[in-house]
């Protein structure tokens, strides 16, 4: 038993953190500046400019009376006053911006398709827009929905048409789309929950309309960072959460948790974060329905007898830990400070009767969480289900107050951390509080192929970090490690089993020590093939965390996710919204993944649209350039979509809309010519995968920065500071400019110093020159308390020629057989790439790199080749294994062995004798490929081994 007044001050603590009222990371203001806002004469309208594209527009109960409180979507409205005029003519009110043109006729009542328009003053995709209330919005680009539970593989996210789909008692939160092809979205705050104080209350507004006109045309990413400015940014996430996480449900002790924490690293696979599911806890000891097993808030005595003390191992590692939470039972007398939740909730704990859950009630959710969560002594909350879906507040839902109230605890604490919560969405303004949890997915190659336009799509809500189950099947390993691929390249990367790892599966097949029929949530348990493919994915996410990480420090500045629709970028190519498999991962990347299964070559077809530039494909090395399709010989006889549905148009509009014109032919009969979009020739590619590949393509020039690979750790990797950092300079095309940079971000990772400025941008440029050489600069500016002040630099410079010589800071340096081995260069033959490594250098000062290549310019001649060594070296592999005679297929092993052959030429001084050997590999090349086909041998390896060459230099 504690003191009475120890349980006194808890209480007192508990009732006093809640009186602060703004628990947000950054502060807002829902009163508009008074210069932004117009009232009608009648004080019954008033309309808010909010940005030179954004206008709130309302039609009051009473005269005078609007609502000026918060809503769960909108917090903020005071902004900068926006440039606008406003005019009375002929008894409309007009106002005007330098994009839009609103018309109110005045005195006229409530917002209808009579008395009200907004006129887009630029052209959408050639076409004049005027919007008007009730106006249908079929180009809606759609939004996110609360989860994909129970939902077997695609559910549309129109809202109207998924409105009746309930999944566990709770309604999908459906938000539809902030952007819209058509060119503008309304948003209708009018029934949404009012807020006081930082807390919803039961409350209607003083509005009989309020709504938010967004008229951005197709500048869908200014759109996306209009409405955070009046919703609030997504906060930055703690680097950790990048990085790789794990959880299973699965009764674990210390003991066994730590054995996996060790089995990642003795298999050479980073691991960030350990998330315990809901065995964890204690339960009550006669559980009286479902909820009461499921729910509990103290460890299990048996198997954490030290409590929250045993986590301190992982902390000592840096592994940051994470439980599961389900709510609905509230706080049981067995739980270990029910006694404290009690007497703060105003119960008498000798009662024993439970402290109800109730996340409407300020004294339960934040006594709840400052005395029983906080207690439990971990990094994050995993706010599963079990809550229920509603609260007495119809427009407020249980899953928003627990992300609200979770989300900003060390905020609301005033603990300078980051604050961070795994959970379902719960609607719009949740991207406030970040990363969603997709609940219980199913594992289908369905579910697999849905899951890449459904994490982009919610971008459209700022909604840039949904976490899916990543597992696969004991049926399909090929599944699980595409789906391992894909979170390699997602938002957030964490696997995990909902159960399936376990049960009567175990018992399967022991006699012959197969794997049994469970579910490998271990991505090890697997034939070899799989595993190593599994881990290469593993290993280059835990690499990429400077990109990923410099991705979410864009996202915060601009509200644009990491996962973005190829529409951002090419919003006026119609093909742009007919590729929902593929995404930007940035601006420098395009991302495909792989989710349909492999054919009888153990491969998989796959196609990819590549939009305008220079692309390379990153596992290949090929390199594809696309023209606009309006150019000459652009457009081109495929499938066409049509442009104008058949209205009378002219050739200067077709062709502003970005689409090709068809004129009139004297055969055909319409009298109308042809506006239609149509695919550039080889717009598309399309061609076989293995395995091990998955389709990245880069553009032309970018520097892609990576954590360097002597500095990977298996253990915290996403959290530690960058001690040695790589930047990838991907080949440039066009002749006269090879030239190029990057900003990459850099703070403690951690805490919310971001916010005062304490971080530091580490820029990179390079530029050729007319002399054969390349000069590359690093230097990095700003401060924060933790940053490296010295550090080891590497640059690789893709698709490239050895190198003449190389310098660092004007001296010369020497080249050495291993990679990475400070102060020389070297060069990767299989790979095609020159790589200089630095000594320890000063961050803050100036570091340039200087590269001679006489082959510079020549970019374009290594198309595709590092690909070809690749397959030539798989190939001959398959065919070795099943003892085809060698003799049979001699090219194919010199084919091979060219990566090998260049990289000791180039060792050995003797550079200039790989050049031949590059001129000569495409009939090399073509010979050995012809030998397979010619094999005898009728067995699948040889399928393989042609369909990998047939794939290769495509």
């Given amino acids: 038993k504690e003191p009475k007044m120890m349980k006194t001050i808890l209480m007192l603590l508990a009732l006093l953190v809640w009186v602060s009222w703004q628990s947000e990371p950054f502060s807002y203001d829902p009163i508009a500046n008074d210069e932004s806002v117009v009232i009608t004469p009648d004080q019954l309208s008033r309309f808010t400019v909010l940005t030179d594209r954004l206008i709130r527009m309302e039609h009051a109960n009473n005269k005078g009376i609007f609502e000026n409180r918060a809503t769960t979507a909108i917090l903020n409205r005071n902004l900068f006053k926006p440039i606008y005029e406003t005019k009375t003519q002929d008894g409309y009110l007009y106002i005007s911006t330098q994009y839009l043109q609103l018309k109110y006729k005045l005195s006229s009542g409530a917002f209808t398709a009579q008395n009200l328009e907004i006129k887009l003053l630029h052209k959408v995709n050639g076409q004049q827009v005027t919007w008007t209330p009730g106006m249908q919005n079929d180009g809606n680009l759609l939004g996110t929905i609360r989860s994909l539970d129970e939902i077997g593989g695609p559910i549309t ?5 998924n409105s009746n789909v309930i999944v566990h008692d709770e309604s999908l939160h459906c938000a539809w789309g902030l952007i819209s092809k058509f060119g503008w979205v309304v948003v209708d705050d009018t029934k949404n929950t009012i807020w006081e104080n930082d807390w919803p209350i039961q409350s209607t507004s003083q509005d009989i309309n309020d709504w938010y006109f967004l008229g951005h045309g197709r500048d869908y990413k200014q759109a996306l960072s209009d409405f955070a400015s009046i919703s609030l940014k997504s906060p930055m996430l703690p680097r950790y959460a990048l990085g790789t996480m794990w959880t299973r449900w699965y009764s674990f002790s210390p003991y066994t948790l730590k054995k996996v924490v060790s089995d990642y690293v003795s298999r050479d696979i980073p691991i960030d974060v350990v998330i315990i599911d809901m065995d964890w806890h204690k339960t009550s000891p006669v559980p009286k329905n479902h909820e009461n097993y499921w729910t ?5 005595d048996y198997l954490f007898p030290l409590g929250s003390e045993h986590l301190n191992w992982f902390k000592d590692q840096g592994i940051r830990v994470s439980v599961n939470i389900h709510d609905q039972a509230g706080v049981q007398s067995h ?22 859950f109730d996340p409407l009630s300020q004294k339960y959710m934040y006594t709840l969480r400052d005395i029983v969560l906080n207690a439990i002594g971990v990094d994050f909350m995993w706010i599963d289900w079990q809550q229920g879906g509603k609260t007495n507040i119809s427009s407020m839902n249980p899953t928003f107050m627990l992300n609200h109230v979770r989300g900003t605890n060390h905020v609301h604490n005033n603990v300078n951390m980051r604050d961070l919560v795994l959970a379902r969405w719960g609607g719009l303004g949740n991207h406030r509080y970040q990363m969603g949890f997709s609940g219980d997915v199913e594992h289908s190659w369905d579910s697999l192929k849905y899951q890449p336009y459904f994490s982009q799509t919610a971008s459209n809500v700022l909604y840039g970090y949904w976490s899916h189950d990543i597992r696969g099947l004991h049926t399909d390993y090929e599944l699980s490690v595409r789906w391992v691929q894909w979170g390699s390249y ?10 399936a790892s376990a049960g009567s599966c175990a018992e399967d097949d022991q006699e ?8 490998p949530v271990e991505i090890w348990r697997m034939p070899v093939k799989y595993f190593e493919a599994n881990r290469q994915a593993v290993q280059n996410r835990a690499k990429l965390i400077p990109y990923i990480y410099t991705l979410a420090r864009e996202a915060y500045d601009s509200s644009i996710g990491p996962l973005r629709p190829m529409y951002y970028e090419y919003s006026n ?17 395009i991302i495909s993944p792989i989710v349909e299964p492999s054919d009888d070559s153990l491969m998989t077809t796959a196609s990819v649209w590549i939009p305008e530039g220079s692309w390379i494909e990153n596992d290949s090395g090929m390199q594809y350039t696309i023209k606009n399709q309006n150019q000459t010989g652009g457009c081109v006889d495929v499938p066409k979509f049509d442009c104008a549905a058949g209205i009378k148009i002219t050739e200067a509009t077709c062709k502003e809309r970005g689409c090709c014109w068809h004129p009139i032919k004297s055969t055909e009969l319409s009298g109308i010519p042809w506006c239609y979009y149509a695919q550039p020739e080889n717009t598309f590619v399309t061609k076989k995968w293995d395995l091990s590949e998955v389709p990245v393509y880069v553009k032309e020039g970018a520097i892609i920065p990576t954590i360097s690979d002597d500095f990977v750790t298996n253990i915290a990797n996403a959290q530690n500071q960058y001690k040695g950092l790589t930047f990838n300079i991907y080949p440039t095309f066009e002749v006269l400019a090879i030239q190029g940079s990057y900003k990459l971000y850099e703070d403690d990772g951690i805490s919310r110093e971001y916010l005062n400025e304490k971080y530091a941008w580490t820029t990179v440029s390079y530029q050729g020159t007319t002399k054969n050489t390349i000069n590359i600069d690093i230097i990095s500016s700003g401060s924060y308390p933790d940053m490296q002040r010295e550090r080891i630099y590497t640059v690789v ?14 001296k010369v340096i020497s080249y050495s057989p291993n ?31 200087t590269v001679e290549n006489d082959y510079l310019r020549s970019a374009s001649k290594l198309s595709g080749i590092k690909g070809a060594v690749k397959h030539c070296i798989l190939a001959k592999g398959a065919l070795d294994e099943i003892r085809v005679d060698r003799s049979l297929y001699q090219k194919l092993t010199i084919c091979a062995g060219v990566g090998e052959y260049i990289t000791t030429k180039v060792s050995l001084g003797l550079a200039k004798d790989v050049y031949p050997v590059i001129d000569s590999f495409n009939d090399t090349f073509a010979s050995a490929l012809k030998e397979v086909q010619e094999l005898s041998t009728t067995s699948p390896r040889k399928a393989y081994a042609i369909a990998l060459l047939q794939s290769a230099m495509v």
């Avoid at 996210?157 to 048409?161: E, G, K, P, Q, V």
């Avoid at 509990?296 to 299990?300: A, Y």
């Avoid at 012959?512 to 579910?519: A, D, E, F, Y």
């Avoid at 095609?832 to 630095?838: A, H, L, Y």
């Fill in 573 to 589: 190519v119609e093909q742009s919204y007919h590729v929902p498999q593929q995404y930007m991962f940035g601006s420098n990347m």
């Fill in 335 to 356: 739980e270990d400070l029910y006694s404290e939740m009690a007497v703060s909730n105003g119960i008498d704990p000798t009662t024993k009767k439970a402290v109800p």
């Fill in 512 to 519: 012959s020590c197969s794997l049994g029929s469970c579910t």
């Fill in 819 to 849: 990679k990475n081995e400070p102060n020389t260069w070297s060069y990767d033959g299989n790979n095609f790439e020159i790589s200089v490594t630095t000594p320890l250098v000063d961050t803050l000062s100036k570091t340039q790199i």
């Fill in 490 to 499: 997602s938002s957030i990367f964490r696997t995990h089993d909902a159960g």
């Fill in 157 to 161: 996210l129109n809202c109207t048409l």
């Fill in 797 to 810: 410079l893709k698709g490239s020629f050895p190198a003449n010589a190389v310098e660092v800071n004007g």
């Fill in 296 to 300: 509990g808030f103290s460890w299990d």
